[in-house]
């Protein structure tokens, strides 16, 4: 199993600002990626961070709305830019080892934009 | 990539089995049938997978269909820390990257 530790667990911002969440894993895994989760709903996939080449994203998600860098293979950040209320949500940070695919995840960051 | 059903609310009473369905008619050979949950202001937490035979672990079993289209997850004496959201998520692969799609789920309550 791996451990995730997830920075900051919760934050009140202004609009207009950036936020960086942190990701930290006790083991080097392959694969993390980011989800988000809107008040009331499911996850919704951001992006898979990749170690040492650009962040693959999904449809709906931008580099300049939420670059990601993933500098090794054990740590990963997101930052949720020029924010606005809609983008008031829960942050997920989750990880994959090799082989068959068992996901592991974070507490989350809980996003308030006011 | 396969998509899945499930029920949106169900509802079981402590110390009895929950038995939460899926239907994923359109899963292809090689996609397995993976479940997970998640508990009220916590991360998903991983409970099981298959992609043919049924499987049990310490936490739950999976009965998958022989044709596939549709599995059961079977927590066999429901608890009140069970109640939770359970999505039954079809593995995609694209390319290399392994990611899991999350529907809506099912949120299981389970009552004293």
């Known amino acids: 199993s791996a451990v995730i530790s997830q920075k900051p667990s919760r934050d009140i911002c202004q609009r207009g600002t950036s936020l960086t969440i942190q990701c930290q894993v006790d083991?080097?895994?392959?694969?993390m990626f980011w989800y988000r989760q809107q008040p009331g709903q499911s996850l919704t996939l951001i992006a898979t961070a990749n170690q040492g080449s650009e962040a693959t994203y999904e449809s709906g998600f931008v580099i300049d709305k939420f670059p990601i860098s993933r500098p090794n293979l054990t740590f990963s950040t997101l930052t949720v830019s020029n924010m606005s209320p809609e983008d008031s949500s829960i942050y997920l940070c989750?990880?994959?080892?090799?082989?068959?695919?068992?996901?592991?995840f974070g507490q989350g960051t809980r996003l308030t934009v006011v | 990539d396969a998509k899945t059903t499930q029920p949106t609310s169900m509802d079981c009473a402590e110390g009895r089995a929950a038995n939460l369905p899926c239907n994923h008619s359109t899963i292809s050979g090689n996609e397995y049938v993976y479940w997970y949950r998640q508990i009220h202001s916590q991360g998903p937490q991983y409970i099981i997978h298959?992609?043919?035979n049924n499987e049990t672990n310490e936490m739950a079993s999976l009965i998958i269909t022989e044709d596939r289209k549709s599995s059961t997850l079977i927590l066999p004496h429901a608890t009140l820390r069970d109640t939770a959201v359970y999505y039954c998520i079809v593995r995609l692969s694209q390319g290399g990257s392994e990611k899991l799609v999350f529907g809506k789920g099912t949120k299981l309550t389970v009552n004293p």
């Open positions: 083991s080097q895994v392959t694969m």
């Open positions: 989750s990880v994959a080892g090799q082989g068959v695919f068992k996901a592991f």
């Open positions: 298959g992609l043919k």
